[in-house]
């Protein structure tokens, strides 16, 4: 078990007093360095304060490092005749989904299906749900729920998510229809990853999510934001496809509006890149793109005689002026600082390496 597994656990038995960031960060540090044994001993903390925030906050370690086998123990200690025992967190639901408790699959069903839960928890158990194999007559019945629910403004955000898993492909343009014209900005998030879970085929759809205004895809207040970032990502939209059609924009089209949202678009998806997120998706293919070659992209010049990085290019279109050209500056800071970082790090490992 490593050091900082100890001291992590050590620290929440003593209440001892923290910033989250702190604990964040050694959580992600465990995630990155750890193994079984530190899934187990994050479990077995978890479970002697499952209704603490900093205690939930652990499922996530059990996930990334944990196996089937430790998520059979989980679930059986946390349900009752396929029930949560009261006072137990949902996130419960997503991590039997990523450990791959086929056993939860009727518990999640009834959580995702029962229209008196809460948001949380119908979300909670539809991302469980997405890690799992469904059988014909599951499927059947989700189908049905997803298509009497189809064109609704408000509805079970993450229900779209699963289609497809009940669904071919034919299904994408009535799902991308459904949030391009009907759903509420505040449930379009299940929708973003329903069509990206069909793959990376479909990557021109998700294209068309991240660059229409009606999608709002860069929103912070509905977390669209986090779900196509994790979208993007699954079906290979890379950061240089962006940036390559913000320069497009910002060259050939004398539509400010449209440069202004493209830019606004690309830089939350780069926040979301550089953030440290919460669990995602076991079935989701993360981004691979390094600090480095993203910040190429951005702010390179060509030539030494004209600055045609993504500053220079604001510049010229649309002015010192523009009120987002200091978050680009901003970001050019933030990038440096995690290329440093990454060099440390890479920098130390081979040290340890070679001891």
Known sequence: MLTITRQLIMELEQNTSRESVWYETMLHMIIKYGNIEDAHALYHCFITHPEDWDYINLLEGLCKLGDRELGLELYRWAFTEGRLRVGLPGDILTACGYLGVQEAVGSLLHYALDDSKSWEWQTRA????????????????????????????????????LSSQVADASLIPKLYHWGEQQASIDCNAGLVLGIALYGPEYREWIRQILWSPYWEAHDTGTGTC???YRAMSHVGLTFTDLIDDVRHTLTDTEDRQRMEYQLDVLYQMLCEKLQYRRLSLSV??????????????????????????IIGLIIKRLGMDYCGLQDFYNLRTRLEMRIAHDMETIYLLSQHNQV
């Open 126 to 161: 539809c991302l469980g749900l997405l890690q799992l194999q469904l059988d014909d007559k599951e499927a059947a019945i989700l189908r049905r729920t997803i298509e009497e629910t189809m064109g609704q403004s408000l509805f079970n955000e993450f229900l779209p998510a």
């Open 226 to 228: 986090v779900w196509m």
């Open 284 to 309: 989701l293919h993360p981004n691979q793109e390094t600090a480095e070659e993203i910040y190429h992209a951005l702010y390179h010049w060509s030539t030494p005689d004209y600055d045609d990085s």
